[in-house]
């Protein structure tokens, strides 16, 4: 296997916090960076799912909001925890 040098711009902030986490994981980020291209090659995809910063999938995430807007307009509130099990246990 022939060895090549891959150079990159980042943010020197980005680029330290990358450097933690994967440092957490017991691994460099040069380390990181090589199974994150091995995976692209062999899946011929981004090995990485978008997700939202609160872990979701985009989809999920507005599944998500759909059904709390729905429960906010159409839910049932209730006075007291004591009042919300009389009913839910009726």
Do not use: C
């Not at 872990?55 to 998500?64: A, V």
């Amino acid at each position: 296997m022939t060895s090549t040098t891959l150079q990159i711009r980042i943010d020197k902030k980005e680029k330290e916090e990358a450097r933690k986490v994967f440092s957490d994981m017991g691994m460099t980020l040069s380390t990181a960076i090589k199974l994150f291209l091995n995976q692209t090659r062999k899946t011929k995809s981004l090995p990485i799912k978008g997700l939202t910063e609160n872990g979701f999938t985009p989809e999920y995430e507005q599944m998500l909001i759909k059904e709390a807007k729905w429960a906010k307009k159409h839910g049932k509130g209730y006075d007291s925890v004591d009042e919300m099990f009389k009913d839910i246990l009726k």
